[in-house]
């Protein structure tokens, strides 16, 4: 193998802050005190915490120490499937720390607050566009929120037309989440199998449909990365019954500024901005998921909703067939300001380049891999494609073997075992953001990963040598996790 880009070489332990600690160091001088000292809470008693003694130099080493141990978009490759961890342009960011901004308390009255509210009617405009809807939510706070709010809504529909329908219709390709939403909701999720091409065939559909369902989840682009071919016909099918058609949006990378899907049948969806428009994820971070309507269900949408009245942005609570509240305040503002100012320098045209170079990529990527790696849906992919590890079943090679050996070629290993159609799924997507070298230099990785399955296996199932931290026994790290460097 050529010289990887991983090395592991000036990556160095690092204890806790209180072991490193040692008695009456201190991380500043200040000149002598010339007052008399006077305690700051007279019932305060003993020593107060037990803050360990640190200088300045100990402080700044452990965190920069601890920030090597790290690996996000900004250290490099990042193709987790399903998760698009794309790179995201520190424009935004600056944006969103404007202090104007930044610095809003979210209970200022409207006539303070005009600027924010302005971004948020133009955020929900944009996001109206660019999924060919009518209105906008800003207020659930991730993509599964996004989605419960959905079955709400979806809920409120029916029952203000005065009728309690119990089913959802779940296919086998949706996200994970999408059944918890709509059991979480009350509904009863019904499964639907995908056909051998990976996409639903609208007869499954006609034949499960009936007036007892209140509607279907699709994700699509699906969970396998492909585009639900039959969603006119199915949004048909289920329209017909009385039933209302769900899109998790969540994969709306792969179709910005190509699919608006109000217009091929969709009737309610959520967007992920902390997948799709520039908020980086994967540490626990806000997120934010935008649910876009169609006008039969805009009046049930959460409240307070902003709204303009001649040149004046309000907040309005004054909607009597809302769901309600969903989240305090009015949504993660921080996320919206980076969308916003993601869209605005984008373009519409740059949104549309955006996703043409996703799809590009993740196709560049399954052409280039699909005679080392099992392809179990042979075509056309989205943002991402799928592989599997039946080709390296006779060296008893998994998926999780060649995961971890990526490691030791410096990327982050992509999505494994989902989705669970597929059995010992690895799932990869490149994103727009990653340059062809890059590109390149992963499928080099993972071919010749390939071929150390046949020669060398041992040594993948030892893997990952390189990194810091090395095979953990998985169960033993999340049940007993050792948080300790
Ligand atoms: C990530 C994802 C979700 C869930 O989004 P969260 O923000 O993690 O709740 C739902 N559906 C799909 C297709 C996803 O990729």
Redesign the pocket.
Known sequence: MKEPQGTSGLILNEPLLWEKGKKGRCGFSMPRRDVVPSPLDEGLTGDGPDFPDLSEVDVVRHYTRLSQWNFGVDTGMYPLG??TMKYNPKINEREASLPGFAGAHPLLPPDLSQGALELMYRLEQYLAEITGMDAVTLQPA????GELTGMLLIHAYHKSRGSHRLKIIVPDTA?G?NPASAALCGFHPVAVKSGEDGIIPAEAITAIMDEDTAGIMI?NPN?LGLFEENIREIAEVVHSKGGLVYG?G??MNAVMGIVQMGKIGFDVMHL?L??TFSTPHGGGGP?S?PVCVKDILEPFLPVPRVIKKGDEYLLSGDFPESIGKLQAFYGNFGVMIKACSYIMSMGSEGLKRASQLAVLNANYIKEHLKDSLYLPYDRACMHECVFSDRLQEAEKITTLDMAKRLMDYGFHPPTIYFPLVVHGAMMIEPTETESKEDIDRFIEALKSIVAEAGKDPDLLRRAPTRPKVRRLDETAAARKPRLTG
């Open positions: 399903s998760c991730a993509g599964a929120h996200h989440t994700t969970t998790d969540a994969n992920n902390h997948k997120g998921g």
